[in-house]
Nanobody, 115 residues
Framework: QVQLVESGGGLVQPGGSLRLACAASGSISSFNAVGWYRQAPGRLRDFVARITSDDTTYYVDSVKGRFTISRDVAKNTMYLQMVSLKPEDTAVYYC?????????WGQGTQVTVSS
């Protein structure tokens, strides 16, 4: 069973930065893709960013140019670097790993952007 553990969330002022990390219990290179989703209060869980095994990246339009997804195969960890944060980025952020037809989720980490 794959386990994913997020870290790095917190409270930040608008315009600030955070880096989220997601550590996997197994080899991250075994996943077809890994990614980040977020869920704001009263909303469904939404796609944020994804990186495939050949390092192709995808982003939702609202974070393009501000968020960067990456992965470190040696550390079995993926990251989401977030800059120029906005109040509308406030949400619980979840990492996701795709292995064949299976999807694995972390427990989530809260990001709050507020002055």
């Amino acid at each position: 069973q794959v386990q994913l553990v997020e870290s790095g969330g917190g409270l930040v002022q608008p315009g600030g930065s955070l880096r989220l990390a997601c550590a996997a219990s197994g080899s991250i290179s075994s996943f077809n893709a890994v990614g980040w989703y977020r869920q704001a209060p009263g909303r469904l869980r939404d796609f944020v960013a994804r990186i495939t095994s050949d390092d192709t990246t995808y982003y939702v339009d609202s974070v393009k140019g501000r968020f960067t997804i990456s992965r470190d195969v040696a550390k079995n960890t993926m990251y989401l670097q977030m800059v120029s944060l906005k109040p509308e980025d406030t949400a619980v952020y979840y990492c996701n790993a795709e292995q064949g037809q299976r999807h694995y989720w972390g427990q989530g980490t809260q990001v709050t952007v507020s002055s």
